[in-house]
């Protein structure tokens, strides 16, 4: 999975299941058990509560607001989206989730799902049952330390657009921010595929869907960027990094 631009669902791509030694290629706390010298052959506990679930195809739903909280789960494949909807139905997008990284966090508290998770294209996922997770990160502390590590992650990036940031800005770091993530997974960091459509970005960084439009035509003119349809390739690391600065601020 060495720079191949997001996403191909192809054998290389989809994590395999690792072995009887190894966790899988994109599971949320395998380095953190390695860390502390455990395999699968050493904790017998990890390898239980996974579940393959899937495939979720584009629409179906993860889960739905409201319902009871069991499990989180990891991304092994594919995009999902989280959002609410309001009184007045008006959807709200919260955030997009890529391979390896973990939805279901925020229902921790609370004991029910407090938002929807919707797949964007297909998905696969791995499900950890929560109850036993919890007596897991009692007994291993790099577990403890990751949970902790993927809720602060997860503030940390809800807060990040609530400052007056403007359009250019908050696309380049909407961009640059999926540029990392997805590098991070062993994708390509300047060639990956919008799986979410021009109304999701929009509403997920409150701007008007022409206002993004708009950003990603001049970009493409003033040559920070090429787009064809969904797919996204960065040419100018530099002037993207400064516009995104002031949000991500490293």
Known sequence: MSGLPFPRLSPQVLSDDGNELQFCSTCAFSHACLSQGMDKSALK???VLVEHIGPFHAGEHVFR?????????????GTVKTCVTDRDGHEHVLGFHF??????????????????????????????SFPKISVLAAKVP??????????????????????????????????????????ARGFS?????????RTDIANYLRLAPETVSRVLRRMQDDGILAVDRREVELLDQGRIDALAAPILRD
Request: proline content about 3%; charged content about 25%; glycine content about 8%.
């Open 45 to 47: 506990e990890l390898h």
């Open 65 to 77: 607001e409201g319902d009871p909280f069991e499990a989180i789960a990891a991304v092994r494949a």
């Open 99 to 128: 391979p390896g990284e973990v939805i279901g966090l925020n229902a921790i508290d609370g004991h029910r799902y407090p938002c929807d998770a919707i797949a964007l294209d297909t998905v696969m996922l791995c499900k950890f």
């Open 142 to 183: 790099g577990v403890q330390r990751e949970l902790f590590r993927l809720l602060s992650r997860d503030i940390g990036r809800a807060a990040l657009l609530a400052g007056d940031w403007s359009a250019d800005q908050r696309v380049a770091a909407f961009l640059l921010g999926m540029s990392r993530r997805l590098a």
């Open 189 to 197: 960091a300047t060639r990956f595929q919008l799986t979410m459509a």
